[in-house]
């Protein structure tokens, strides 16, 4: 059985393939239109993955869409026309797309995507629930998905066994942790449902003095971890913004505009709304776990992408194990959807599903072929020299682009598709934040770590492939690799084993046979406002761009000191603000 799983008309549209029960191929549309957090229709991402699985639309199975849209848009009528005066303007803004497109969802597949199929519609918070528990290698745990919102639910737990899964309780919209966070990044001057992980990278600056004031205005903190939001303070249940004036008066402190630094006042709001996420989310899965009784839990929804409540919830050992799904946002519905749809209509056994090598992959012949038509200088050696040259070409300082294998799936960057640089050098941070990332001098950069020495550095003593978790950089380490450790001393850790990625473990493995360290920094590869790269001519482009010295495409490695200004001027692309 061949199902497709698509997620969009929202944001981070994405979609993904189940073929014989295995999560064959995935993709967010943002990778192929450039267009960051693409919310269309994902063609792009739908042609890839039926090229992927050797499949034509006339093989597909089912579609399963991640959402169920008329609950949504009930949802959404009901808000408006209880405050009609208020919601007028969002109102008119909403019902064009919803009358022509939303509403329609079925039909769009048929007529876009030429599939003549049964479409089905799976709950959102049910889509987040399968995505990470049939992908884990749990056969028995409790699931806990909390963001936004979906149709009503604003988080939802429940219990997976075997290949079944049953939700028991959900929190319902307005009242909702992900929209909380989200009020707080629109008034720290942050985009909403894009850059919240901004909030997280700025709170350690600050202090979280704000916090009582918070919990004793804003939001009521149950027992259970539900929570209650005084309405009086925000405005997304009916206007265009986030927040109101009140909010500001709260504080005393205007919303900060884009662009502008960010003073104490920020960073201290910042400190106390994660201090606030950080109390929930505990009291959440210890009332889960007390309600289950399971010891393994899975994790999903764009709540779960709080790398430092991750971090903070697996110290307090409320469950044995803690798995995160990667593509714990929209994008991740896709998957979700599609496998929930695969278990209930077919008995096939649960397996851990692969979320390394699903993605998009250009050959090393199609990287050559772009190469020689630009008349762009490369060298190309074996692998293992390869691996040697860019951890010398990283220990003495420069800045590599490294863009080997398939696409990852997700918001991380998990060394395919990644920047590296020597975390030893105390201004690094400073430099890829200005020069190459062209982004905010708050932000944080991840360590990736050889699987066998990451309890030497941090203290993590499990694997964390997929960069979802913070842990404490060792006291004694922390002078080693200042360029990865946050000021609160912390890490977003990615650990790396040759069966996961064998280049960029051949490329750590020669960085400490030269340094003897076993840690590089790893960043997303892209700049500021633009996607990941894809194809060949994006990741050139990006290496034009920003401030990269050195880059790693497929087999062929490239330096920048020997591309002509002219080549480097025909491919530069203009910066973007997000």
Known sequence: MNILGISCFYHDAAAALVKEGLLTAACSEERFTRIKQDPELPKNAVAYCLE???????????????????????????????????????????????????????????????????????????????GTYFSSDFNDSAILTIDGVGEWATASYGIGEGTTIKLLKEMHYPHSVGLLYSAFTYYLGFQVN?????????????????????????????????????????????????????????????????????????????????????KIVLKMAAHVRQETGKTNLCLSGGVALNCKANGLLLKQNIFDNIYVQPAS???????????????????????????FGIGPRHSANDCKTFLDKHNIPYKAQSEDETAETIAGYIAEGNIVAVYQGAMEFGPRALGFRSILADPRNNNMK??????????????????????????????????????????????????????VTHIDNSSRIQTVTEYDNKILYKILCAFKKQTGL????????????????????????????????????????????????????????EKKLD
């Open 52 to 130: 992927r699985g050797n499949l034509t639309m006339n093989d597909i199975d089912y579609i399963v869409f991640y959402d169920k849209p008329f609950l949504k848009f009930d949802r959404i009528l009901t808000g408006y026309m209880g405050q009609p005066f208020r919601s007028y303007k969002a109102f008119l803004k909403a019902l064009p797309v919803w009358l022509s497109r939303k509403l329609w969802t079925d039909h769009v597949i048929y007529k876009e995507l030429g599939f003549e199929g049964e479409v089905l519609f799976i709950p959102h918070h049910l889509s987040h629930a399968a």
């Open 194 to 278: 894009s850059a919240e992980y901004k909030v997280m990278g700025l709170a350690p600056y600050g202090k979280p003095i704000y916090s009582d004031l918070i919990e004793e205005k804003i939001v009521k903190i149950h027992d259970d971890g539900s929570i209650h939001l005084n309405l009086d303070y925000f405005s997304f249940h009916y206007g265009l913004t986030m927040t109101n004036e009140k909010f500001e008066q709260l504080f005393n402190h205007p919303k900060r505009e884009p662009e502008e630094e960010t003073d104490e006042f920020a960073e201290n709001i910042a400190a106390s709304i994660q201090a606030v996420i950080e």
């Open 329 to 355: 946002g929209d994008a991740g519905g896709a998957v979700g959807c599609a496998l929930y749809a695969s278990h209930k209509l077919s008995d096939g056994p649960k397996q851990k599903q692969p979320f």
């Open 430 to 483: 400073e430099k890829i934040n200005a020069a190459v990332k062209y982004r905010e001098p708050f932000r944080p950069f991840a360590p990736v770590v050889l699987q066998e020495d990451v309890a030497d550095y941090f203290d993590c003593m499990g694997d964390s492939p997929y960069m979802l978790f913070n842990f404490k950089v060792k006291r004694e380490k922390r002078s080693l690799i200042p360029a």
């Open 518 to 573: 076993p840690v590089l920094l790893n960043t997303s590869f892209n700049l500021r406002g633009h996607a990941i790269v894809n194809k060949p001519e994006d990741a050139f482009a990006t290496f034009c761009s920003g401030g990269i010295d050195k880059m790693l495409l497929q087999a062929y490695i490239i330096d920048k000191t020997n591309v002509s200004n002219e080549i480097i001027e025909h491919f530069i692309f």
